[in-house]
């Protein structure tokens, strides 16, 4: 790999940016693809399905032999509200490889004990999102628990305004329209708050904290991969 290349891609990884090193196993030329450019590429649809699923390997570009090798942002998951879903979706989310940080300031709920091995951090959402907790970028899903805007609120102002892959908030209809009002008056445009996935989770009848930690990740992963969200029945 030329010297150039390996800094690109370190620098790509170091960003926390997509990236794909496409090889010609013919002649061994190589090439950089950042994610920002791959609309552009003449190879775009199957580099961005590869970039959708993660997954290096070999594929035919244009009759010749070529691996792909995919550089993806680990995924992480912030949750804010260290309640009764959360718990449940803690150890799911850890075996589908994301990276959870919970987040509450109530420290009658955010414990160790109720949250062992989870990176817990028992402050108020903006003021752990600007400080303890890395800057949230669009390789991050953030889902919003609590059902009180003085928590939910701000986590969501910053997911919106970070560019999350994946914003959701647990609420009724009801609930998410007076929650899309206080945005829209602290300048969120209709398009970004048409972002949140409210109600959150996939439409699965959940009515445990567990299914409804299940909903809420299925939810993520499909936006992840780029799966259209079905419409419930």
Known sequence: MRTEILDSLNAERAARRAAILVTDLVDGTQRLVREAEMAADPAAEVLGRHMASGKSGLVEIDGRQVFLTVQVPPVRLVVIGAVHISQAMAPMAAGLDLAVTVIDPRTAFASPERFPGIDLVAEWPDAALGSRVPPLDRYCALAALTHDPKIDDPALKAALSAGCFYVGALGSRKTHAARA??????GFSS???????????????????????????????ATLRRVPRPEAA
Do not use: K
């Open 191 to 221: 398009e970004l708050i048409g972002r949140i996935r409210a109600p959150i989770g996939l439409a699965i009848g959940a009515v445990s904290p567990a299914e409804i930690a299940l909903a809420v990740l299925a939810e993520v992963v």
């Open 181 to 186: 009002a206080r945005l829209a008056e602290a």
